[in-house]
């Protein structure tokens, strides 16, 4: 069974950082696309930012500079860094996984999402 189970939403103040992490179980990691999404109440689910296998990034404009996201194939896990926080990345992140080859290509898998809040 597939899971992904994100980490790390937490109430912070403009300007701090915070980490998010998802913890992948029950597919081959490697050969997945991993990115990151996030909705805010009213809005559409964004891509934020994804990370491919070897490690070509890509980010949103709007966290460009911003945001790092990264991987670690062997713990199956992935990582958003965000620094200098805005009120605007106020939102409920997801992580997604979709499959590049095998019989699941194309696949894409969803966390549940955490939550982060942006505020003074």
């Known amino acids: 069974q597939v899971q992904l189970v994100e980490s790390g939403g937490a109430l912070v103040q403009p300007g701090r950082s915070l980490r998010l992490s998802c913890a992948a179980s029950g597919i081959g990691f490697m050969i997945y696309e991993v990115a990151w999404y996030r909705q805010a109440p009213g809005t559409e689910r964004e891509l934020v930012a994804n990370i491919s296998n070897p490690e070509t990034t890509n980010y949103a404009d709007s966290v460009k500079g911003r945001f790092t996201v990264s991987r670690d194939n062997q713990k199956k896990l992935s990582h958003l860094q965000m620094n200098n926080l805005k009120p605007e990345d106020t939102a409920t992140y997801y992580c997604?996984?979709?499959?590049?080859?095998?019989?699941?290509?194309?696949?894409?898998?969803w966390g549940k999402g955490t939550l982060v809040i942006v505020s003074s």
């Open positions: 997604s996984a979709m499959s590049t080859m095998g019989p699941d290509v194309g696949m894409r898998y």
